[in-house]
Nanobody, 117 residues
Framework: AQVEESGGGNVQPGGSLKLACVASDFLTLNYHMQWYRQAPGKQREMIATISQLGGNIFYSDSVKGHFTILRDVFRNAAYLEMTDLRPEGAATYFC???????????WGKGTLVSVSP
């Protein structure tokens, strides 16, 4: 069982990207889906969370208003739509399937986003 991110790449400042996180061999319906990012030399930070049924969504102040987290139960996936990307948004973005307990959880290997002209 695993989650795998995709959709990273280079984007110009002010541009947009959509990241995908696809799970295999387990059902994301039973998990809060989260996106983290880690810039070089910095700690990994949680930037967005969506609850199992999508009723509760959280964004960090650093991305609020610019990023949107989505989930598609039928595709067993979660997404992160990023708009108005700025150089400080350059980081490796990780998907995390969080069961909400001290239980088995899943991290992806990350997808790299760079922001430059």
């Amino acid at each position: 069982a695993q989650v795998e991110e995709s959709g990273g790449g280079n984007v110009q400042p002010g541009g947009s990207l959509k990241l995908a996180c696809v799970a295999s061999d387990f059902l994301t319906l039973n998990y809060h889906m989260q996106w983290y990012r880690q810039a070089p030399g910095k700690q990994r930070e949680m930037i967005a969370t969506i609850s199992q049924l999508g009723g509760n969504i959280f964004y960090s102040d650093s991305v609020k208003g610019h990023f949107t987290i989505l989930r598609d139960v039928f595709r067993n996936a979660a997404y992160l739509e990023m708009t108005d990307l700025r150089p400080e948004g350059a980081a490796t973005y990780f998907c995390h399937a969080n069961p909400g307990c001290q239980c088995l959880n899943y991290w992806g290997k990350g997808t790299l986003v760079s922001v430059s002209p």
